[in-house]
């Protein structure tokens, strides 16, 4: 499995248990759950208290979906780039979006 970047015709719903509501979003990322524990291992701890305010007692784990924020965006971007030499195209647009583990 490979990240990718998914444009949803209905918007996807994902609780934000911080605001208590549920978010709506059209664009998504879904990436392999393995990248990810790597991208979060390698967060900065800003970025990755913005991350748990947002993602509050998640589970990571395939099938979770998580609310993005610009700071992820970038965290993905960096990792793709730097440990698969690999750049994605449309994923640092500052953009709301969702992430699927797969």
């Known amino acids: 499995m490979e990240l ?13 248990d911080t605001y208590r509501r549920e978010c709506r979003y ?4 879904h990436i392999p ?8 291992d390698d967060m ?5 208290l913005y991350f748990d305010f947002h993602n509050p ?3 990571i784990a395939p099938g979770t979906y998580l609310n993005g ?5 970038r965290s993905i ?4 780039q730097n440990r698969k030499n ?17």
């Open 4 to 16: 990718r970047i998914v444009y949803e015709s209905k918007p996807i719903n994902v609780s934000h």
């Open 26 to 29: 059209t664009r998504g990322i």
């Open 33 to 40: 759950f393995e990248d990810f524990v790597e991208i979060l």
């Open 44 to 48: 900065s701890h800003d970025i990755k």
């Open 57 to 59: 007692g998640k589970q």
């Open 69 to 73: 924020h610009s700071g992820l965006e």
């Open 77 to 80: 971007a960096s990792y793709y």
């Open 86 to 102: 690999t750049c994605i195209d449309g994923i640092n647009t500052g953009k709301d979006f969702y992430v699927k583990i797969i």
